[in-house]
């Protein structure tokens, strides 16, 4: 019988054999290949831990020989190898290995955890777990690592969360444990406004006030931590030319203003969303937004007869019919831009002022290099085949790329937001409409004054395409935003900036 083996990659790396610590391999690099062998619980290509691992040694397959054979040597027993090797790929046998990091995902997927348990993978993720790994001149590694320590910080901030809740944990315990968070967290908005509401709840408000001021302080927002009541949206549907039913929905009070659906829709999922819930509900203050889920995703039609830029101008216009708006504002994201463009060129007597957040005018088959576009076609291949599926990684392409630097939490919820609102297939016709785009020959044609903001580091669209838009439509306004986030969220000082140009904006040409 296989001898019972713990593995704790949370602290300082241990091996335990019958509750018995075993040497530890004394090289650092072959110890942190044994964690990354663990944490990842997958099989690695040679050439990639060759890479990570060993790109500046003279002889990268032998010094990764070495290292498995002394991670074999520590880990395998006469009655089993737990490292798995062949002549392409490595991987770390996990079935008769207890993980510590294991231990804290079973808890924190478990419905109904024991408060014990919680509080025991709370002090396990305390501090950063694993900085202990960090390897010098191994950058690649190190990035993975910084990624894994972000992941592991935010799901300590899950497990606070579910300790704070739970019934039978007293509210001294709740707090120590919501401090502790911010401590180690301080510009977590998530983390200081749980705090905050705690303290609220148990009227200790002069210290509620003072996390109000140091979140302020730390991370430079002009938001305060209050969450306010979102506004009641009402729902309703309209049918374009070609028989597809579009869903709309309306919300606030005051003159509409109108947005272009984007990359990707959902009316009722993104309307509170962690995304996108701040922007619209700032939007929906002053203005009754209109927003809808154009054809292909949301709660439209998802089996239609075409995807095709065309079509996503006709979506808009069929909405401002269906509403009858005469004079309205127009707003577009990302290639909601371009459609945005179209439109008012379309429509120059009902388009009052254009607003445009990064937006391009051409799209990746016609303004990308070679390079580029064979990068998109390989991405296209991987909607195809996993788009679909549980296993996150092919949205994260798109996850990452919008924001990011955006916390795991949320880069986890539009990962699955993606996969609910629309289909393999659809995501994949998505993208090819995305590229044909072209609406460079209608820029000089724009009459409504028009506002451009672009993130100075948008990691999806680069800022030259914004400003390429800025300087073709006649009499725009530029505004780069301090930012790396096609998406800007509501918690960067990017956001706030961006709202109060687009309120500003909207002021100035009220009467035109």
Same mark, same amino acid.
């Given at each position: ?148 320590? @972000?992941?592991?910080?935010? +799901?300590?901030?899950?497990? #606070?969360?579910? $300790?704070?809740?739970?019934?039978? *944990?007293? &509210?001294? =315990? ?119 889920? @154009?054809?292909?995703?949301? +709660?439209?039609?998802?089996? #239609?007869?075409? $995807?095709?830029?065309?079509?996503? *101008?006709? &979506?808009? =216009? ?124 209608? +820029? ?69």
């Amino acid at each position: 019988m296989t001898a019972p083996m713990e593995l704790q990659v949370l602290g300082h790396l241990t091996l335990l054999r019958d509750k018995v610590v075993m040497p530890m391999i004394s090289s650092r690099k072959t110890r942190s290949l044994l964690a990354y062998l663990a944490i990842t619980d997958q099989a690695h290509p040679r050439e990639h831990l060759c890479e990570v691992f060993f790109d500046n040694t003279s002889d990268p397959r032998g010094a990764l020989r070495w290292s498995l054979s002394r991670i074999r040597n520590m880990i395998d027993t006469d009655a089993a190898s737990h490292l798995i090797v062949d002549k392409d790929t490595v991987q770390l046998d996990l079935r008769h290995i207890s993980l510590d990091l294991g231990f804290v995902h079973d808890v924190n997927d478990d419905p109904a955890p024991a408060p014990a348990d919680l509080i025991k993978c709370a002090e396990m993720l305390t501090h950063r777990p694993l900085t202990h790994l960090h390897l010098p001149r191994s950058e690649d590694f190190d990035d993975w690592l910084s990624r894994e320590n @972000e992941t592991l910080q935010d +799901l300590r901030g899950q497990i #606070v969360q579910k $300790i704070a809740a739970a019934p039978s *944990v007293s &509210d001294a =315990e709740a707090l120590r444990w919501l401090r502790s968070w911010v401590r180690q967290d301080p510009k977590s908005r998530v983390a200081s406004q749980a705090l905050w509401q705690r303290l609220i709840d148990l009227q200790y408000l002069d210290e509620a006030d003072e996390v109000a001021l140091a979140f302020q302080s730390k991370t430079g927002s002009r938001r305060g931590l209050e969450q306010p009541q979102p506004l009641d949206q009402k729902i309703g549907f309209c049918e374009t030319q070609d028989g597809v039913r579009i869903a709309l929905a309306s919300v606030g009070a005051g003159p509409a203003l109108v947005k272009a659906a984007n990359w990707l829709n959902h009316l009722e999922r993104d309307w509170q969303s962690p995304i996108w819930a701040e922007t619209f509900q700032a939007l929906s203050k002053q203005n009754t937004l209109v927003r809808y889920d @154009e054809r292909g995703n949301g +709660l439209s039609d998802w089996d #239609v007869p075409e $995807i095709s830029f065309s079509a996503f *101008v006709d &979506d808009l =216009e069929t909405v401002v019919d269906e509403l009858q708006l005469d004079r309205f504002p127009l707003l577009g994201m990302s290639q909601g831009c371009a459609v945005s463009i179209a439109y008012a060129v379309r429509h120059p007597h009902r388009v009052s002022s254009l607003i445009l957040i990064g937006g391009y005018a051409a799209g990746w088959r016609v303004g990308m290099t070679p390079e580029e576009i064979e990068q998109r076609e390989a991405v296209l291949t991987l909607t195809r085949h996993g788009w679909g599926t549980s296993n996150p990684a092919y949205r994260h392409i798109f996850s990452q790329t919008f924001m990011p630097d955006a916390d795991a939490d949320r880069l986890a919820w539009f990962d699955e937001f993606q996969r609910k609102t629309t289909s393999p297939e659809n995501a994949v016709r998505f993208q090819e409409a995305f590229g044909d785009i072209d609406v460079r020959h209608l +820029l000089g044609q724009v009459k409504a004054p028009t506002l451009v903001l672009h993130a100075k580091g948008d990691q999806r669209i680069p800022l030259a395409h914004g400003q390429a838009l800025a300087d073709a439509i006649p009499n725009a306004t530029m505004v780069a935003l301090d930012s790396r986030n096609h998406i800007i969220l509501g918690d960067e000082p990017a956001w706030q900036v961006c709202m109060d140009e687009i309120q500003s904006f909207l002021r100035r040409h009220s009467n035109i």
